[in-house]
T-cell receptor, first 112, second 113 residues
Framework: DVKVTQSSRYLVKRTGEKVFLECVQD?????MFWYRQDPGLGLRLIYF???????EKGDIPEGYSVSREKKERFSLILESASTNQTSMYLC???????????FGEGSRLTVL | AQSVTQPDIHITVSEGASLELRCNYS??????LFWYVQSPGQGLQLLLK??????LVQGIKGFEAEFKRSQSSFNLRKPSVHWSDAAEYFC???????????FGTGTRLQVFP
């Protein structure tokens, strides 16, 4: 089975803090994604990586950056957290060309 | 721009009743189509997918979906709902030239005994 592990299930941070969310997969998938999930808005793509050190902006990249130094690991970074970034963050992975995604359990971030 | 519409935000059914969740997409060509389910506190799990071929696809947990090109729809169905089906359901599409999925806003299913 594909395993997608998100390092933290619940985080509480203060406005202005730097936040790291990490995602690790064990299936050698080329593609990794970060989505943000909010009630009534569904899932919105923040960033996408199709290879090590390669990234592409999604629909809502503002206020976020990403890092992919190793194939199995994809990090989402909030340089200066704001209250409007309080949300559920979902990591997903997939094989290039197959489009089927496998999701982690999510990281619920609260910014105070 | 491509989009996915799930017109029903919340649906309530009795256990044993049939279920249909609606999904419409906006895209010039036939996209790749997916249904995912999210149980409370969990990530998303793939229920079924349509890439090509037979327009009626079977998935896990007794779910099926039918692709109707003329209506740009991909509705999810189950003949008899179980209490454990209570969850949020997301429809998603991907274009032929990208691995990125676009998700609908979700439909929350509540099941009464």
């Amino acid at each position: 089975d594909v395993k997608v592990t998100q390092s933290s299930r619940y985080l509480v941070k203060r406005t202005g803090e730097k936040v790291f969310l990490e995602c690790v997969q064990d299936m050698d998938h080329e593609n990794m994604f970060w989505y943000r999930q909010d009630p009534g808005l569904g899932l919105r793509l923040i960033y996408f990586s199709y290879d090590v050190k390669m990234k592409e902006k999604g629909d809502i990249p503002e206020g976020y950056s990403v890092s992919r130094e190793k194939k199995e690991r994809f990090s989402l970074i909030l340089e200066s957290a704001s209250t409007n970034q309080t949300s559920m963050y979902l990591c997903a992975t997939g094989t290039s060309g197959r489009r089927e995604l496998f999701f982690g359990e999510g990281s619920r971030l609260t910014v105070l | 721009a491509q989009s996915v519409t799930q017109p029903d935000i919340h649906i309530t059914v009795s256990e044993g009743a049939s279920l249909e969740l609606r999904c419409n997409y906006s895209y010039g060509a036939t996209p790749y189509l997916f249904w995912y389910v999210q149980s409370p506190g969990q990530g998303l799990q793939l229920l079924l997918k349509y890439f090509s071929g037979d327009t009626l696809v079977q998935g896990i947990k007794g779910f099926e979906a039918e692709f109707k090109r003329s209506q740009s729809s991909f509705n999810l169905r189950k003949p008899s709902v179980h209490w454990s089906d209570a969850a949020e359901y997301f429809c998603a599409v991907a274009m032929y030239n990208t691995d990125k999925l676009i998700f609908g806003t979700g439909t929350r299913l509540q099941v009464f005994p």
